[in-house]
Structure formats: C-alpha cells, structure tokens
C-alpha cells in the first residue's frame, strides 16, 4: 500500500508540552505546574448567561461570523481598552479559540514560498501552521540581554525579498515578556519599509502587569497590515468555552471567514452567548484574576531571587522563564529529573523552540498554595545539584 500520510504533517514534531503532563496524570501527589490554564472558575454570571441559552433553546448555528451582537461588543470593547476600531460586519470573524484564528489567517495569506517571521521562544502552534499553510517558517531568536523583546534590527537581519508576515506574540507565552509602545514604534518603522503583514496574537493583552497593553493595530500605518487575534480563554477563564476572535482588513477577513466557514462552520452557540456577558460585563472578574497573577508573580520571583535562581522579571501572560545553565543540563534533563525527583512537572524550554535552551517555563496560573509547595521542592532540587556540581 501507498503512504497515506502527507509528509509535511508526519515532519511536524508532536507538542513538547503535552509529555510531562500525561505522567503526571498518573504520579501520586505530583504537582503540575505547566498547563497555561485559569486555576479560576468561568465567573458565574457568564456562565449563567451560557446557561440561559440553553434554556431559551438557542442551540442553533449562528452566522459563520458569529453572533452579531458579540461582534458588536467586541468592536465597543477594542474601542474602549485599544481606542481602535473596527467594522463589527466586516472587519471580524468569531473563531473556535484564537488557535483558529492563527491557523486561518495564515491559510488565507500564505502561497508556497512565502516567508513568515516567528520570534522564538514563542507559542508552539505558530511554526506548525505556518508549515501547514504552505509557507517556510524563519526563526528569530529572541535573546535574554533583551528581556526577550523583538527588536527592529533582529527583523532587519531575518527579511528577505520572500518575506510575508510577521508573527508577532506579545505578552510572551512563555517568556512573559511584553512589548511597550516604544518598542513598537521602533518596529513599526521596519514593517513599513519591508512591506509586511502582521499577525498579532494578543490572547494575553489584559494580563499586563506594566502600564497598560498597548496594541500595534493603534500606530499610524499597523492597522491596514495588522490581523489582531484574541480571545476568551486567558481573560476571562474560559478556556473550555473555545472562543477566539480575528480583527482585521476587509479582503482577508472574507478569506478568513471562507475557510471557517468550509472547515467549522461556525463557533460554538452556547460559547457566544456567554461571551457576550463576558465581554459587555466582565472587565471587574479581569482586574480581580490580574490582581491574583500579580501576586503569584512577585512571589515566584523572589523565591527565585532567594534561591539565587536568574530569572528576568516578566510583565505579561501568567509565566516565568527561569533560568537553569548553571546546572550544565538541557532543559530536558532539568525538567524530566526535577518532575521524577521531586513530582513537579515544568515545561523545557525548548518546547518553544531551540532558544529556549537552558530554560524552564512555570505557569503561575495555579493557587499561592501550590505554588509555594512546588517551590519548597523546586529550592530542595537546586541545594542537591548545587552538591552534586561541588562533589
């Protein structure tokens, strides 16, 4: 028999999150400490207003657009938060989760051959897709020096006359790190000169801990060549919920809304009913979440800074980046003796691609509690190795 699997997807390596998590599942008394999840219930009066619509049987499919008036309240939303804004009719597209949206936005631009910009260490769906669009994916090395920040001459050193779009995913999942508006204007400039399109994922914009989220879309020039991504998930802890959004010019949002309309359909009903309370209603659930992640955050560095662990002070999303080259392992071996010796589970770096060599990400999307044990056992791990290195 003939092969019946297309190569491009065999190639593609399997998440390198996923592999601690399903031994944890099974190790007694384990912590985990790497799913990017709200440990924080869905607010009830979202969830109610997702329960209404149950009761009211309003089961069916909505536009493949989604919801008029969610589309709607997401426009007053950007308007309100960005000072942005958007056609609700023919600038935006409802999607199952801003996964969708990365996947179709980059379906609908990219020809074989195209180019398409992924700062590293980042989100591990942007270079499958990217491959999966047909497109050739060109790694940028984010470095430390730079609080993991994109800078306008790292792009210039990447763009050739092949080069598409640029993803740009800040605040960093997993870095934490943000992009200020400074720092955006300075890019702005090259994006301009080269011609290029961005993709903007900013499922993290409200959980900024420096100032307020300032979206590229809002510079003179960005908004033309800008898709903007969001969703419900992080926010709003709603993850389960798949709900995400796509902005963006008219021409690419018709192809966008093409394929999710061949492919899904629509996305879920129920999910966009909720989201509409979410969204009209949920900016006090946002500050009281951020608040908590906050002070997950300052805790976990200064443990870090007590246990004289390096680790720049993120100030977005809800993730540390610690640093672990003293110990002479790879990410891997760290995360994989730590998750066996002390059953605490952390993602390598390296699962956000080869910069995040000498990494670890830490979600602090879990209870102070847990936290806390978790580093007692992360502290007990570091004095051992330390041993080990002078022994």
Request: one cysteine or more; a negative charge; charged letters at 25%.
């Amino acid at each position: 028999m003939r092969d019946p699997l297309a190569k491009k997807v065999v190639e593609i390596k399997p998440s390198g999150i996923r592999k601690f998590f399903d031994i944890v599942s099974e190790m007694k008394d384990a912590i985990s400490l790497g799913v990017g999840e709200p440990d924080f219930d869905t607010p009830w009066h979202i969830r109610d207003e997702g329960i209404y619509s149950l009761e009211k049987g309003k089961t069916f499919y909505t536009s493949n657009s989604g919801l008029k008036e969610l589309r709607v309240e997401i426009g007053n939303y950007l308007k309100r938060s960005q000072g942005v804004t958007y056609d609700p009719m023919k600038e935006m597209l409802i999607t199952v989760g801003g996964s969708e949206g990365i996947d179709m936005a980059l379906r609908a631009m990219c020809d074989p051959g195209d180019e398409v910009l992924i700062p590293q260490p980042c989100y591990v769906s942007y270079e499958p897709c990217a491959i999966l669009a047909g497109a050739t994916p060109v790694i940028i090395d984010l470095k430390p020096e730079n609080e993991f920040r994109l800078t306008a001459q790292e792009i210039e050193d990447a763009v050739t006359d092949k080069t598409k779009i640029l993803i740009l995913p800040f605040p960093n999942n997993p870095t934490g790190a943000i992009m200020e508006k400074s720092d955006l204007e300075s890019i702005a400039e090259v994006i301009i000169k080269h011609d290029l399109y961005v993709l903007s994922d900013e499922i993290y914009a409200e959980l900024t801990y420096k100032g307020k989220h300032v979206s590229i879309t809002t510079l003179p020039g960005m908004k033309e060549r800008t898709i903007l991504i969001n969703g419900f998930s992080k926010a709003y802890a709603m993850t389960g919920w798949r709900l995400g959004y796509a902005c963006g010019p008219v021409n690419i949002i018709a192809q966008m809304t093409k394929i999710h309309q061949f492919a899904i359909m629509c996305a879920p009903t129920t999910s966009q009913y909720a989201a509409v309370e979410a969204v009209k209603n949920g900016d006090e659930d946002i500050a009281k979440m951020r608040e908590s992640y906050n002070q997950r955050r300052r805790f976990l560095l200064n443990a870090f800074k007590e246990m004289g662990i390096e680790c720049f002070e993120p100030f977005g999303a809800f993730y540390v980046f610690p640093c672990i080259k003293e110990f002479g392992m790879t990410s891997e071996e760290f995360a994989t003796r730590f998750l066996q010796e002390e059953k605490v589970a952390a993602v390598p770096g390296t699962a956000f691609g080869n910069s995040g060599e000498g990494y670890l990400r830490i979600s602090y999307a879990y209870s102070l509690e847990r936290l806390k044990e978790a580093m007692t056992r992360f502290e007990r791990f570091v004095k051992k190795l330390r041993s080990e290195k002078k022994a």
